[in-house]
């Protein structure tokens, strides 16, 4: 698909002011404008599904605490609201979204472009195929960065989380950023933002390995490299650092710290609300039985950081790679999935569209994605609405959404491995592989 | 799940991929870098559920069992720890005998008293007092038990001479404990007799007075078997009625008074000055045993059942009849709103029925009663009042307004029946001795059932060792245990209010430990359901990791080897 978007990447980013780019900016934003404009109700609508809003990252909820705080009570009173508190301030000087609702769509459109340019910026930094330790082979198979930031800009999910409002695009926002802070070798930057996702959403946290070793291998590049334990070191205070600043403002904002704590991250860690949503966990704590519940939130939880390990070690020369892989991890395994985490993933793929040919079931997870992304809501309408399904139905739905991200994810790390393969016994490219 | 390997499995199947190449050839051995990078993969997973995975599955499946006194609380069960005994101080007031005569009369009356007395914990003393005017005041003092150290005074015996009688003969306060004995003067007994008519009758009297308590006493302790051997059939056979008919012990009683009318009329009735007035003092009374709520309410155009069997009419008696064994359809429980329990504790409901003034007067058949008890539900009352004729041609009305006056005999009645609802033994017809008694029976039923739960906790903290046994629960053992073994201190030294108080404490602590919620969620949770829980979600998660493990380890097994056979 798009071959012939496959173009040198752009050497000059000041002159990338081209005229593709405002094209596709302004295309995106004025199709986001235009589905809000025609369709009035379509926000509401998307903010209310199960499968766009969780409780930590939906708008309604964010409009209780919204409003629990312009009227000095603590946000966090009632248990409705479980986002983070710094939210609050900067809601509270966008005007009221219920009677004037454009100012807030706009302001998450921009949000969306923002992240669209840092997707640019990561892909014009050409790290996806060319890093310290590691060199594609097919390094020429590749999209530019506005090809990349229309990937992202015109997937569906991506808008319709930008317009359920979402406060996903915040944390995504703080992943993008740290990661091309990263890789234009700004590593100070792009552990604030990073501590700003971590704050937000407590799991970018796990990003922090890679995102380092992706930081030194930039500084590595440079004169006078530093020691890799003191680099490594120096960035966990400052991302601690980072994290503890906006801490300490969030306490000024709330003035009850244990509160809030355990009202976001306690939330996040405990999963105690089981709403429905696409992700495995709620069905799965609903069965359990209750003092096996603890066990199986630790377990749960090392599932979804064990993947940090394992893939850093194996991708230690590739370690955008290693991001793009545990973000897809984080859109099956993490606790309150939504699509907006699906999108961040779908988001960074075509980075690696040199890896695009060396995949093998891109047609079945395609398949099984699309599937699932249209029963879905119907099962769900059967279930809640109709009354004729159960929640089995609906769960059905979410795992085969699951396999699919799942079989996408895998078939891209044999992709990538297939990749190393190949450049280390270049004799061997095209030869079958045979499972023995 | 099978997402799940897949993607674990992936890193570990691609790193051993140099096995995986080319039909024909053979693959290219892998580089020191990739088993040097395999060999991390696997040790990162490994750290991860070495580090993180066991102290937490550690932490959060090991179950917190505070350690019980199991021993003690064995003993209690089975009795060794406590034997209760019942020693009951009377006092013998003799204001006009000397002072070798009186205690000469006491030792041989204690002699004739323990020579009649076959249960030994229950037994009575004898003592002199010099007092003739502190007898009365017993009566109240008694009721109140503050914590004094010296045993309670059960009865006060005065003895009192009376010219022109032929033999001796008693009299029983009815509202204190006191027993007057009028002896004539010539029956005292003389320093050199061994025996006396004069003691004889005092220990026959003593003995008869505590007869019923003795007995309910040893019905108690041999656990509700049997009695003692003396007890006569009829008087077992009373006692046993009488435990069945009251209610369960409870900490709290509620007590609902209701007044029932089939028509509009009477629709108001001076309850509060009924209660004030005949229901207060006994539950004053009875606060050391209960304590106690009252709630009442007026219900007018009460049906009975359509199942229940109507009243007829009696042409010999004049009176509209019920059956005696239609009277337990008589309380329309479907329609009647009597709740089942207020609150926390029982409800003992007393009904007040007036009939319709068709159907007035209206009585038991069989033996014109006007009121029954419920077995451990409580009492209904008919009262017929006098009708009034307002007009030639109207029918005659009830009363509007039921006065105080009218009231009265059915609260007597009510809280005759309560008595005897909370099991305050009938005799003897002193109502300061019969609570007293009741005190007695309570400290000994709840000191017996406080130990047999303890015992109860005690074996199933052995036969199940897989319940959690909270530290609250502990604490709650430890507080029945310390307040048993002061109830049980309390009873050996006669002071009978504070063995029951303590006793209360015990059995509520004891309820609370034996019923902790927390405790029994996993009771029903056998060991081999765990593979069950644990099996699909760690099983195919584990396979890969473990098989990743056992290659890894093999192939670094025969690296040794092989360095050792070069070497």
Known sequence: ?436 | MTTKTGDQESPQASSSQGDQLSVKRAPPPETPAALQTRFRVIAAFWAVIIFLGFPIWWKTTSIYRASLPIEEMVDWADGKACRPVFPLDIHLATPSMQSFEAQHLLRTTQHTLDDLNEFAAHHLRLKLTNGTTTAVHNGEDNLEYPAKETADTALTVRLLPQDGLASPWSELHAAATQLDIFYPPSQVPVPSSSNSPLSTFIAAELQQLYGEEKATIAHILSGNTAGLDSTSPQLAEDIDRRLRRSMKYAETYHLSFSLFTPGSEPSSWDIEAAVKEYVSPLLQALSPISNFTVDTQVQLYANFAPTAPKPEYDESEAAWTLKKEGLSAFVNAAEWPLNPSIGNGPTINFILYVPDPSQSPLIVKENRASSWIVPQWGGVFLLNPPLSNTGEQSAPSNPSHLSLDSLGPAFMTFSHQLLTLLGTPSTPASLPLRLQTSIRIRAASLLLSASSTMGSLARLTKSLPSIPIPATVATSVSTTLSHLSASCVHLREGRFGAALASARVAETEAERSFFEKSMVGQVYFPDEHKVAVYLPLLGPIGVPLVVGLLKELKRIAARRKANGAAS
């Open chain 1, 1 to 436: 698909m798009g071959t012939s978007w496959n173009q040198q990447p752009n050497p000059h980013p000041v002159m990338a002011v081209d005229r593709r780019k405002i094209a596709v900016f302004g295309a995106a934003f004025v199709l986001r404008l235009l589905l809000t404009c025609l369709f009035p109700s379509l926000p509401d609508l998307l903010t209310g599904r199960v499968e766009v809003s969780t409780p930590v990252n939906s708008f309604k909820r964010l409009q209780e605490g919204l409003f629990l705080y312009t009227r000095n009570v603590s946000p966090y009173d009632g248990g409705v609201f479980h986002q983070a508190p710094l939210l609050l301030p900067l809601f509270a000087l966008l005007p009221d979204a219920k009677s004037w609702p454009l100012p807030t769509a706009i302001f998450y459109f921009l949000v969306d472009l923002m992240n669209a340019y840092a997707l640019m910026t990561i892909s014009a930094s050409g790290q996806s195929v060319k890093s310290r330790l590691h060199s594609a082979v097919r390094k020429h198979v590749r999209w530019d960065g506005v090809s990349v930031a229309a990937w992202f800009l015109f997937n569906p999910l991506t808008i319709a989380t930008c317009l359920a409002r979402s406060t996903s695009v915040f944390t995504t926002s703080g992943i993008l950023f740290a990661i091309s802070n990263a890789v234009g070798g700004n590593s100070i930057n792009a552990m604030l933002a990073l501590g700003f996702a971590s704050y937000l959403s407590l799991y970018p946290a796990l990003l922090f390995i890679p995102l380092v070793l992706l930081c030194y291998d930039r500084r590595l590049e440079g004169p006078s490299p530093p020691s890799a334990g003191s680099f490594i070191i120096q960035h966990a205070i400052l991302l601690l650092a980072s994290v503890a600043g906006l801490l300490g403002l969030s306490c000024l904002i709330t003035g009850n710290f244990w509160e809030f704590i355990s009202a976001t991250y306690g939330f996040h860690l405990l999963v105690p609300d089981l709403t429905p949503n696409v992700g495995l966990w709620w069905y799965f704590f609903i069965e359990m039985f209750d003092s096996f519940r603890e066990f199986f939130l630790g377990v749960f939880w090392l599932h979804l950081a064990s993947y940090v390990g394992g893939l850093t070690a194996r991708f230690r020369s590739q370690p955008l790679f290693v991001i793009t892989s545990l973000l897809g991890v984080f859109a099956v395994f993490k606790p309150y999935p939504s699509i907006s985490d699906a999108s961040l993933f779908f988001a960074l793929l075509p980075l690696y569209r040199h890896l695009f040919p060396l995949m093998r079931y891109t047609f079945f997870a395609g398949s099984a994605i699309l599937y699932s992304s249209l029963l879905g809501p119907a099962f769900y309408h059967l279930w809640i609405y109709a009354g004729s399904g159960n929640a089995n139905f609906f769960y059905a739905i979410t795992l085969v959404w699951s396999l699919g991200l799942s079989i996408l994810l895998a078939d891209t790390i044999f992709a990538a491995l297939r990749d190393e393969w190949e450049q280390e016994h270049p004799e061997q490219v095209g030869t079958e592989v045979r499972q023995v």
